[in-house]
């Protein structure tokens, strides 16, 4: 009897199965992968990994999206297929569209960086159409044909039977969609990248910290050494009164340039300060070459051509648009017109 009672429930559990498969089924779904905190500049970064999914045989049209940021900033968002959704709004921490058709098996995706994040920041997502709401997509979620073979299954009464095999295409599933949210392999990639970085971000903020902590020197007192060491202690007290709170780089180079033309017979100690200061690791390179140029001007007052263009050559590798922009401004600054003023207003 058993021989005859089991392939008749096989059949009809086959039967169902492909009646269940192959009826017309809207469906959609979402899933979300967040980061860790990461420094960065200002306060703390994060970013978000979501995928929309048609998870029904049959095409889903005008579907409404809302992703919301609690507690963040949004930054950027690059999405797998720009094509396949309308921005309506994205403001400071939601972004709104539509994605006029989604067909079966179709997904997009979207990586969201967020700043002033913390803890407690998270992204919701809603997306609808007529006759569907997408599900949030889970280890535990299972699709609806799914459920519907269930049932039969069990009223057969051959529950042991099949439990290995639901557990095994169950397992199989969770397995899959564990290890990729979507069928997206620039998302993907890029989210490796960005994993790979947080680590290296991190030491970086510690290793800041730890010098901090233990008073590294600031560009004021690099300065402070660097004039000291050229022999230019006594321009530190003006340079101070001049500077008001901190010491930028540009300005300390004016500040050498008007005291050189004051005091031109220190003038190889000045365009050595100049170049020191331009060569501190942390210097910006508009502030590098600036320096760089004015240590070519006072070469070149001093008679030096070939010393001022090989100043001039280093600035414009240095930093090329600076240079464009101050040579184009040269004839303009006239160091004999400043010297003069210099001589009438500043009390020797």
Known sequence: MIQFIIPA??????????????????????????????????GSGKYFVCALRNNGNRAVENI??????????IDSVEYSNSRLLNVSEQAISVIRGIVPLLNPKEEIGAIITIKDANEESALNVEARAIGVTAVKRNAESMPEYLKTLLVPVIAIGIVVTF???WSTY????????????????????????????????????????????????????????????????????????VSGEGLPFWKTGLHLMHSYLLDKKNARKYIHALEQLSNIDFIAPSSKGFLLYLAG???KAEGNTDAAIKYYEMCKKAAPLMHDYLMAQDPAYDLNAIKKWLSKNIQK
């Open 163 to 165: 439990v290995s095999l």
């Open 170 to 241: 169950t397992q199989s599933r969770v397995t899959q969609s564990l290890e990729k949210i979507g069928d997206f392999k620039a998302l993907s990639t890029d989210l490796d990248k960005r994993a790979k970085n947080l680590e290296e971000l991190k030491r970086e903020a510690e290793e800041r910290h730890r010098k901090e902590e233990q008073g590294e020197p600031r560009k004021e007192q690099i300065i402070f050494s660097t004039l000291n060491r050229a022999g230019l202690s006594h321009v530190l007290p003006s340079l101070i009164n």
């Open 297 to 299: 001007k006072i070469e």
């Open 64 to 73: 409404s999206i809302k992703m919301d940021i609690s507690h963040g900033v």
């Open 9 to 42: 429930a096989l059949a009809f559990i086959v039967g169902l199965s492909l009646w269940a498969i192959k009826r017309e089924r809207y469906s959609l779904g979402y899933a979300i992968v967040e980061s860790d905190l990461f420094p960065r500049e200002g």
